[in-house]
């Protein structure tokens, strides 16, 4: 079942994201299940993104595997899970 992945990160900024984005945007785009991925500053400064991936096991092995390792000092990214009815692909 598909997954939205949603994390609000605290204490990151524009170019915290910024600079790690490189180091895992290809790994995404070659994970098995990946979809998509989004982010954006929220109105209290945190960060949050959003991922949609085919599977939960997906989502969580990706991050703990590529994420988890790669965050800057003091970031810790609160993750939810949503599992999802549907998805509408192009």
């Known amino acids: 079942m ?3 992945i ?6 990151q900024t524009a170019q915290g994201y910024d600079s ?3 180091v ?3 790994l995404a ?6 979809i998509v991925h989004c982010a954006y500053e929220t109105a209290d ?6 991922e949609l991936w085919e599977t939960k096991d997906a989502a969580n092995r990706f991050f703990a595997e590529h994420v988890a ?12 899970l949503q599992e999802l ?6």
């Open 69 to 80: 390792p790669n965050l800057p000092p003091g970031v810790r990214p609160k993750r939810q």
């Open 85 to 90: 009815h549907s998805v509408i692909r192009p």
């Open 29 to 34: 785009r070659k994970a098995p299940g990946f």
């Open 20 to 22: 790690m984005l490189p």
């Open 45 to 50: 400064g945190a960060w949050r993104v959003m």
């Open 2 to 4: 598909s997954v939205l």
């Open 24 to 26: 895992v945007a290809d």
């Open 6 to 11: 949603t994390v609000d990160v605290k204490n």
